[in-house]
């Protein structure tokens, strides 16, 4: 009983000061007039948190905790990109949960073995949208919107229910590619809503056939699939992941379930997914968990040419999946060869904080790809060159481009063992652009690390 009254006082509290402070960033939209409607209909909305009373009645109680919705775009204008100077920085929590560590120790993803595709063809995170609008380059048949998340830099497109969502700048995947994008549920997330779907497929028309990947049949030849569905409050529903793949008229061939806890509402409701595909290979990453790394899961014979996320029903009425910066690169990174034979590797697959020199957790893989190399070779010399993009001060990006390229070569000696007499540095700034840097696209392929067999 006594629990029951401190919990409706904190309510109470929260409610009032919320709403004196509606226009405060990071809410989760209008989150002060949702808890004092809340507490005004306390009967319907189950306030009083009866968790033990049922599951049911937990997907009733209301979200006060994180909250999802339209903010006022004013709060938005940073428009902040994931450029790699960027003067706007970056946060990697959302009420304590926490995301994808964005500039952990590299010790910390010793298992994570990622490596970026060689070339950036597509990049999206919304910041040429309004908040509340549905972005203009992407496709759905159902309903979603751009919000901002308490805690979390810049937007992200919340899913309706029954709802299949497409970039429509996505029109062909080659053979080997690579795709990142961000992931978040609302929390307390119900463990009989459905999980979040994203899948590739050769389709003719993606304007008219992308409709047929709904739940229950359709043309799914060739289709490769895979779902996450968080772990539910307080270990109450196993997390769970599953990726079907399809032969070419339309049957499942790979069915594959598991549980999991790398995705839940409670400390990792905010993940990073990295998708691998090398020929017929897949590889699927949540955070630096390898999930899946199955050898035939993609046709060797069809062209894939679409790639879309589909939601299906929700439980709870406040459950929701948000998704944003989506990342996608091409070809596959021949290290040996243009390095050993051609003089010269450069890849963007080496990701620094915003403004700093401080390499995120998330390049292990790419770093570790070239340090094989040089421990195979270890009669070669390298110089290792960093490059940025146009955003900022010139004299600040050259000195900044030095300090990554210093930043690589203690990266390669102190977690790969190379000798620090075989490596030499240099920074470029933004003089030798590898693309114009009129798009986020080419900025992104500007912002890399060369290195040059000497």
């Not at 009866?50 to 004013?74: L, W």
């Not at 997390?239 to 069915?255: L, M, P």
């Not at 998330?362 to 110089?383: C, H, I, Q, R």
């Amino acid at each position: 009983m006594k629990k029951a009254i401190i919990t409706k006082t904190v309510y109470i509290v929260v409610a009032i000061l919320l709403l004196g402070s509606k226009k405060a960033n990071g809410q989760w939209g209008n989150l002060g007039d949702r808890v004092v409607d809340g507490l005004s209909n306390k009967a319907q909305q189950k306030i009083e948190g009866e968790i033990n009373n049922g599951a049911d009645k937990t997907y009733e109680k209301t979200k006060e905790s994180v909250k999802n919705g339209k903010t006022n775009s004013k709060e938005n204008n940073n428009n902040s990109t994931d450029s790699g100077n960027n003067k706007n920085g970056n946060s990697s929590s959302v009420n304590g949960s926490s995301s994808t560590p964005s500039s952990g120790s590299l010790k910390a993803y010793g298992k994570f073995d990622f490596v970026q595709g060689e070339k950036v063809i597509a990049q999206d995170d919304f910041s040429k949208d309004a908040i509340g609008d549905f972005p203009v380059k992407w496709n759905t048949n159902g309903t979603a919107e751009l919000v901002t998340l308490d805690g979390q830099e810049g937007k992200w497109l919340k899913f309706g229910p029954e709802s299949i969502i497409y970039p429509e700048f996505i029109n062909n995947l080659p053979e080997n590619f690579t795709v990142e994008f961000m992931l978040a549920s609302s929390i307390p997330f119900s463990f009989y809503s459905t999980a979040f779907h994203f899948f590739f497929a050769p389709v003719i028309n993606p304007s008219k056939n992308y409709i047929k990947w709904k739940r229950f049949g359709g043309d799914k030849k060739n289709g490769v699939m895979v779902a996450l569905h968080p772990q539910s409050a307080g270990g109450g529903g196993q997390g769970q992941k599953f990726v079907y793949t399809y032969d070419e008229t339309g049957a499942k061939i790979i069915d594959n379930k598991t549980n999991f806890s790398d995705f839940n509402d409670e400390t990792k409701n905010v993940v990073k997914v990295s998708i691998w595909r090398q020929k017929q290979r897949l590889r699927v990453y949540v955070n630096e968990t390898k999930i899946w790394d199955i050898p035939k899961a993609f046709s060797a014979t069809a062209k894939y040419n679409f790639f879309g996320f589909r939601t299906d029903g929700y439980h709870g009425k406040e459950d929701a999946y948000f998704l944003s910066s989506i990342h996608i690169a091409v070809g596959a990174p021949d290290t040996r060869h243009k390095f050993l034979e051609l003089g010269k590797y450069s890849t963007s697959g080496i990701k620094f904080d915003v403004n700093s020199d401080k390499i995120k957790g998330e390049s292990y893989g790419t770093l570790k790809d070239f340090a094989a190399v040089l421990s195979e070779n270890p009669d070669v010399k390298v110089k290792i060159v960093g490059h940025t993009d146009s955003d900022g001060d010139d004299a600040i990006n050259l000195t900044l481009s030095k300090k990554r390229a210093d930043a690589v070569k203690a990266a390669l000696n102190k977690e790969f063992g190379i000798d620090n007499s075989r490596m030499e540095t240099e920074g470029k700034g933004e003089t030798q652009p590898a693309e114009a840097n009129t798009s986020s696209e080419g900025k992104a392929n500007n912002r890399r690390v060369e290195f040059i067999k000497l």
